[in-house]
DNA sequence: TGTAAACTGCAAACAGCGTTCGCGGTTTTG
DNA sequence: CAAAACCGCGAACGCTGTTTGCAGTTTACA
């Protein structure tokens, strides 16, 4: 009986997940790596090679140890990725808490959330993976609605926004990060007027001014302000 | 030499994308199932139980074949992806072709990829993948260049319009699939003033009148319309 | 203080994945 | 009629995430 050996990583009786469970037990011995040093080793693989890269054998290969002792700190590969995308949503501290109207503070917050995802590339993938919130999304949350505590707006309307921001914000990034790799090289457009067209035209300079302002500014002003609540 | 057996699906030399190769060769006997019914299968798999159900060994299985006969039709699982995108974007035909402005016109077919979107939910994310445009995607390329010729402005930054609007509508698409799955259950706000005070107040009604057109209409004002292009 | 429980790390294994390869049988071409 | 091209198959390769039994180490409790 009671011959299976239990694996504290996997209880689930003491709060599911990897945020509410101890970093390591209270009697084994020390871990040679802590999850910091396993989580920065990933991030340091997506950085490098993409999402893909961070497999479990790669990430303990790049520590020293064994793929299966991986399984001493985490539960599964989700819980990796939601420990990187936690780690790296904290590099947005400090939040904006001072200066300019609302509309500002938080164009000011999504710049650096543009940036955060061009640092890696891999985070919107990783955040659009339905992931638990860790303590410094709750926080980057917690400073969004406290920029937005002027606006007279539903809880909802709210929080829509700032899903909408921020997923405006990835397409940001990813089309910034694939501006000339759609290629409609070796493809017959005769078939294709307009598309034709477009191309036969000198190639204009891309959209001037500040597109992401401006893009964030009329989605916020249309989200909030005209809110009839 | 030349023992290696050659496989026209990896025919490189003419056309080396999936488009440009012919569904079966002109020399041995007919193929049992053609390629229609290989894609077929395949988004009814990915609808029933996801993209990460559309495996080579599923989808072979689902037609009563074996998992490498597929690669006689395909070179690889990217290319079936390639051809379940375009068949679903097929769907969009026929394109709004007469009645309102430019922007009702594009509006109603921003509505149509977003049920699109909702039919079949995996499709943002296989288009997400880096995908080459096929037929039907050009198509829908063409029309959306058609419904924007009235617009003053750079053929680039009707481009940008063109994703940011296809990424709103998939953002769309994916918030009204996880409303309500975002949980913050189980989570100790105690640190998180501002979410806490949002979960006190009484639940809010979501965002009244259509935040899908108000959205729309205002990012495409602010992409184009005024454009000093 | 001694013993039992808890914890760590490892090597090996399992099932599933995309993909390749060689084979026998079928169809078309010259 | 022979040769080339093509189809489908089953077995394999290397990879993936994950599980499991084992040996060694540390802590807690009687």
């Known amino acids: 009986m009671s011959g ?8 689930d009786s003491a709060g599911r997940s ?4 101890p970093q390591r037990g209270a009697r084994g011995p020390a871990p040679t790596r802590s999850r910091d040093e ?6 340091a693989l997506a950085d490098a090679d993409g999402l893909s890269a961070v497999s479990m054998r790669a990430v303990a290969g790049a520590l ?5 002792s991986l399984y ?16 790296c949503v904290g590099e947005l501290r400090p939040y904006p808490a001072d200066g300019g109207s609302w509309q500002d503070q938080f164009l000011l917050l999504a710049r650096r959330q543009l940036a955060l995802y061009r640092r890696h590339r891999w985070l919107p993938d990783a955040i659009a993976r339905r992931t638990v ?17 002027p606006v007279r707006a539903g809880v909802a309307a709210k929080f829509e926004a700032i899903a909408m921001v921020t997923g405006v914000v990835s397409l ?6 694939a501006a000339g790799t759609v290629t409609f090289d070796h493809v017959d457009l005769a078939a294709y007027p307009h598309l034709a067209a477009a191309f036969a035209e000198p190639p204009s300079a891309p959209p001037a001014g500040d597109l992401f302002e401006r893009t964030l500014r009329s989605l916020l002003t249309g989200l909030l302000a005209a809110d009839p609540a």
Chains 1, 2 share one sequence.
């Open 18 to 21: 990897i945020w509410t469970r």
């Open 72 to 87: 001493r700190h985490l539960s599964s590969r989700d819980d990796l990725l939601d420990l990187m995308v936690d780690r």
């Open 172 to 177: 940001f990034a990813r089309s910034a990060a």
């Open 38 to 43: 396993i989580v920065a080793a990933a991030v």
């Open 133 to 149: 919130p860790g303590p410094n999304t709750l926080a980057h949350f917690d400073a969004c609605l406290r920029l937005l505590q």
């Open 4 to 11: 299976a050996p239990r694996n504290p990583a996997d209880d």
């Open 64 to 68: 020293g140890m064994a793929a299966g």
